[in-house]
């Protein structure tokens, strides 16, 4: 069983940062890409990004494009979420998902169905 969990999300003023992490573990040994979604109340899951289980191959959607960077660790099933000049309208909940990949620079395309989820975690841009 493959456990992804989000965790950093939190309250921010606008224009402020924050940084999401996500973490997807099994009991055994495995390979994963991982993608990065919202969904604000009312709106539906938006796609913000995905990163190869490399790291070598990222790509982001339009909306965030230039404000948000995806990373991982090197070798882990860790992946980073940067949001930089955040707005308002960034406030939602953020998912992370993975999925097992045999090809270390397979990036799932836009729209791929993961099959591993987290929870999510809130984010708040606020005065």
């Known amino acids: 069983q493959v456990q992804v969990v989000e965790s950093g999300g939190g309250l921010v003023q606008p224009g402020g940062s924050l940084r999401l992490s996500c973490t997807a573990s099994e009991r055994t040994a495995g390979r994963y890409a991982m993608g990065w979604f919202r969904r604000a109340t009312g709106k539906e899951r938006e796609l913000l990004g995905a990163?190869?289980?490399?790291?070598?191959?990222?790509v982001y959607a339009d909306s965030v494009n230039g404000r948000f960077t995806i990373s991982r660790d090197f070798g882990k099933n860790t992946a980073y979420l940067q949001m930089n000049s955040l707005r308002p309208e960034d406030t939602a909940v953020y998912l992370c998902?993975?999925?097992?990949?045999?090809?270390?620079?397979?990036?799932?395309?836009?729209?791929?169905?993961?099959?591993?989820w987290g929870q999510g975690t809130q984010v708040t841009v606020s005065t």
């Open positions: 990163i190869s289980w490399e790291g070598n191959s990222i």
């Open positions: 998902a993975a999925v097992l990949v045999a090809g270390s620079s397979w990036l799932p395309p836009p729209e791929f169905e993961y099959p591993y």
